[in-house]
């Protein structure tokens, strides 16, 4: 399983299924286009970035399909995956981190 996968993904319905807390992949699709980036069953949801640039943290199961439907047909989705084992999953910022961030 690779440590960390982003997946620049297009509009459309992305054919995975997640569970748990925090949302993991639990089965895929044969022609989902996350088999491209490297996704594999087991990894877990990190972060979403959205249209406008807007990156959600920390998510639940629910949350991750919701902002995923909601934005189906977006131009562009980043999703971040990360293999649990290795890596944490990364917290939402601070106010005053995200104001470091835009110096």
């Not at 069953?41 to 919701?66: C, F, K, P, S, W």
């Amino acid at each position: 399983m690779p440590d960390e996968v982003l997946a620049c993904v297009f509009p459309g319905p992305l054919g995975f299924r997640m569970e748990g807390e925090p949302p993991m992949v639990q089965s895929m699709e044969e022609d989902s286009v996350l088999h491209d980036f490297g996704v594999v069953v087991g990894m877990v949801v990190d972060t979403i970035e959205v249209e406008g640039g807007e990156t959600h943290y920390e998510l639940t199961t629910e949350q991750a399909t919701e902002l995923l439907q909601q934005y189906e047909n977006a131009d562009e989705r980043i999703l971040r995956f990360i293999n649990s084992d290795v890596h944490d999953v990364t917290p939402t910022p601070t106010p005053q981190e995200e104001e470091e961030e835009e110096v």
